[in-house]
């Protein structure tokens, strides 16, 4: 007698011609599922790279209307043309925007290191 842990095999219940025909269904059935797991795959992977692509072209153009808002010309641009540091980042690690002579330009914090001296 089977137990119902084993598996299942077509020549348990069908004649052997028609346990053939199931199993080459069944092989066509898997075969089918595994062409649709690979589209499936493919597509999911084509948007998981759309959405990428988006999300980079998004941070970009904020990158750029944040310098273009503050009217100063970024740090260092990328090979594209984008500015490689954030203008919220800069702002934050203490940089400022002033201007010179009608021109605003980003001004570098003044970090004094502290003396190690012990008398000041």
Known sequence: MRS???PW???DIFDRHEA???RAYLDRIK???AATAAQEAAAE????ESARQFTLETTKRAIRRDYE???VEPLQVGGDGTPTVSLP??????WTVADFNGERQLVRPNHERPSHRGDE
């Not at 992977?45 to 998981?48: D, F, P, Q, S």
Request: glycine letters at 8%; aromatic letters at 4%; a negative charge.
């Open 4 to 6: 119902f842990n084993e």
């Open 9 to 11: 095999e077509p020549e």
């Open 20 to 22: 053939a025909e199931r």
């Open 31 to 33: 075969e089918r599922n």
């Open 45 to 48: 992977a084509a948007r998981h």
């Open 69 to 71: 808002q503050a009217g």
């Open 89 to 94: 980042l800069l702002l934050s690690m203490g």
